[in-house]
């Protein structure tokens, strides 16, 4: 197998009025390409904050122990992610090697800017790519993830699509800059059971595509048993 992150002895604390308040306490797991991790606990277990250390996307009061180390490996040599603090070093987690689907995806568009602009946007932020090569990618993924229509669909807006095709939008946006590593932040929490089932689905058959990792966060045991290599 292929390694694709390591994770050792994470400990994260908030800065906060009242102290420290410690969040993730000695966390350590490794993900291979190819592999789909479940990341489970109930809600204010750290799964989110866990998740958001890998892309080093926590708030500004965040603070690392001195022995937490989060090791990400590209084709390119290895990275230790909590080292980076610079925006153009840290665009190789935040979008490049590394991808998040958030919970909410109303929250992760701009309500005002279609999705195919912020999906466009993106690409060209990532890679050299003229706008033209943009648009066609982000069309090519938004049909691959099973949007109709994809070619008039990319000039709609968030409010415009349903919840489960908003989901899937979001995943198209995750998945065009190819990541090594996405992370899924409970991705089917809103959706009914139909579309849960497809999601889940089209994740697997992702993650046999592109050879990447999943780190699967949800509470749902059922959805970890369909989906994870390990818990």
């Not at 908003?166 to 929490?189: C, G, H, N, Y």
């Not at 966060?217 to 994870?228: E, K, M, P, Y």
């Amino acid at each position: 197998m292929d390694r694709l992150i390591d994770v050792e002895n994470l400990t994260l604390q908030f800065r906060t009025d009242e102290g420290l308040i410690t969040a993730v306490d000695n966390v350590s797991f490794s993900l291979d390409r190819g592999e789909v991790m479940g990341l489970v606990g109930e809600s204010g277990s750290g799964k989110s904050v866990t998740a958001k250390a890998l892309m080093h996307l926590n708030a500004t009061n965040a603070v690392y122990a001195p022995e937490s180390r989060i090791t990400l490996h590209t084709d390119s040599g290895s990275i230790d992610v909590l080292s980076l603090s610079r925006a153009a070093d840290l665009k190789v987690v935040r979008g490049g090697a590394i991808s998040m689907i958030f919970q909410e995806p109303m929250a992760s568009f701009a309500p005002s800017i279609s999705i195919g602009k912020q999906m466009i946007e993106q690409l060209q932020l990532h890679g050299d790519m003229s706008k033209a090569q943009a648009r066609e990618i982000s069309i090519e993924m938004l049909d691959r993830v099973g949007i109709s229509d994809p070619s008039s669909r990319v000039d709609q807006y968030a409010f415009e699509l349903s919840g489960g095709m908003r989901q899937r939008a979001m995943i198209a946006m995750a998945l065009s800059t190819k990541p090594r590593l996405l992370i899924a932040d409970e991705p089917t929490t809103a959706l009914d059971v139909t579309i849960q089932a497809q999601v889940l689905d089209l994740m697997k058959e992702l993650v046999d595509e592109f050879n990447m990792g999943i780190v699967f966060i949800t509470h749902d045991l059922g959805v970890v048993a369909q989906t994870a290599d390990k818990v």
